[in-house]
Antibody
Framework: QLQLQESGPGLVKPSETLSLTCTVS??????????WGWIRQPPGKGLEWIGS???????YYNPSLKSRVTISVDTSKNQFSLKLSSVTAADTAVYYC????????????WGQGTMVTVSS | QSALTQPASVSGSPGQSITISCTGT?????????VSWYQQHPGKAPKLMIY???KRPSGVSNRFSGSKSGNTASLTISGLQAEDEADYYC???????????FGTGTKVTVL
């Protein structure tokens, strides 16, 4: 069945850019039925939607993060990626990638998550 | 966009029913029947439990049910079991310019 796996550095320095990749296996990222999204969860806190992308490349972002976020897709590698610039300690979180079913607007399959710490 | 409001904690004894509320605004919960609910056990990824307010994905127990009235959505767990002890989050679509808003989260404790 479809699986998602996040990958990327676990430690990022303040003011630098956080970069993560989500690899989709067991299915195609190019399905017209789905978007693909990033959600984060600071330690001990709740979930926050970061943004989503369609296989065509169309994106939409959380307005509170929009100025710092870029999400891209590479259909040839069945991957999508997150870049978050000018990070601070407040960006320390577990970052999840997830499949978003277009018709129901629900995140139905999640990756296991990856912890990213912002520290010098 | 502010997070949807959930009670911080809800508890119940095995076999009882509990309800978790999720209060938003007329721009999110009140405007769309696109509320979903997620269960998260410690150290694990969230799991979809309810979508489109009241629909259950295949494999989710029928002890979980959802509803909505106005700007407030609700998740009810009936016949509470020890395995239901987890954090629960609601989420609502809020339009193309805002995207998705999650709730503040509710810790469910089985007494």
């Amino acid at each position: 069945q479809l699986q998602l796996q996040e990958s990327g550095p676990g430690l990022v320095k303040p003011s630098e850019t956080l970069s993560l990749t989500c690899t989709v296996s067991g299915g195609s990222i190019s399905s017209s039925s789905y978007y693909w999204g990033w959600i984060r969860q600071p330690p001990g806190k709740g979930l926050e939607w970061i943004g989503s992308i369609y296989y065509s490349g169309s994106t939409y972002y959380n307005p509170s993060l929009k100025s710092r976020v870029t999400i891209s897709v590479d259909t040839s590698k069945n991957q999508f990626s997150l870049k978050l610039s000018s990070v601070t300690a407040a960006d320390t979180a577990v970052y999840y990638c997830a499949r978003l079913r277009a018709a129901t607007r629900a995140f139905d399959i999640w990756g296991q998550g990856t912890m990213v710490t912002v520290s010098s | 966009q502010s997070a949807l409001t959930q009670p911080a904690s809800v508890s119940g004894s095995p076999g009882q029913s509990i309800t978790i509320s999720c209060t938003g605004t007329s721009s999110d919960v009140g405007s769309y029947n696109l509320v979903s609910w997620y269960q998260q056990h410690p150290g694990k990824a969230p799991k979809l439990m309810i979508y489109e307010v009241s629909k259950r994905p295949s494999g989710v127990s029928n002890r979980f049910s959802g509803s909505k009235s106005g700007n407030t959505a609700s998740l009810t767990i009936s016949g509470l079991q020890a395995e239901d002890e987890a954090d629960y989050y609601c989420c609502s679509y809020a339009g193309s310019s805002t995207g998705y808003v999650f709730g503040t989260g509710t810790k469910v404790t089985v007494l």
